[in-house]
């Protein structure tokens, strides 16, 4: 409902800046080595959000966004804009990337694949617009391990969560469905103090 998605793009960036000083050390580190490994003149990121990624890339490079809520996008051309980005907002979700295969050298996803329709999908589609020898770079919470009672919390607080959170599913095995999708994947996994959604991972899955 657009009510809902307005509402999710008014409320997100106050309720994620706790989560963003938590991550923020790790994240530099993290789009570091994907911008020295893959060196990239194209990149892609699925789901940018208000654009707070933006902070970790060097003006200059060609950034796709994909962000199917437009209540966003006045936000993420600001942030372009005032990084020296040149920005193309792509229109469609996840499941259908707008771009030709081998297109792009990195693909950026924080956060998203909690709350695409079809995680599966969304990442044959990165694998797909990827280069050959070009990066996925992804930092998603996760699924606590099966019949743990945070599992059991996180199972119980889905549907809420979905409502509220813009589709988001604190119960997805995520790190399983990208090491299914990409022969190489370099992960981190590590907790965050948050209720529900503490299990995080991070890292690299390069396409061969």
Known sequence: MPWRKRLF???????????EAQMAERKRALFQEALGRVRPERVLEVGPGPGTNLAYLP?????????PNPFFHPRLREEARK???????????????????????????????CSVADPEKAL???????????????????????????????????PFFSLLGDGCHPNR???????????????ETFPLPLPVVAPHVAGLAFKG
């Open 124 to 158: 044959e589609e990165v694998h797909r617009v990827l280069r050959p020898g070009g990066a996925y770079l992804f930092l998603e919470h996760v699924a606590a391990p099966r019949r743990t009672p945070l599992r059991f919390l996180q199972e119980a607080a889905t």
């Open 173 to 187: 095995e995520t790190l399983a469905l990208i090491q299914a999708r990409f022969p190489r994947v370099e992960a």
């Open 83 to 113: 990084r020296g980005l040149a920005l193309t907002l792509l229109p469609g979700r996840a499941e259908a990337i707008p771009l030709p295969e081998g297109s792009v050298d990195l693909v950026v996803g924080t956060l998203v694949l």
């Open 9 to 19: 793009a008014r409320l997100y960036p106050g309720l994620s800046a706790r989560h």
């Open 59 to 67: 003006p200059g490079l060609a950034y796709l966004a994909l962000e």
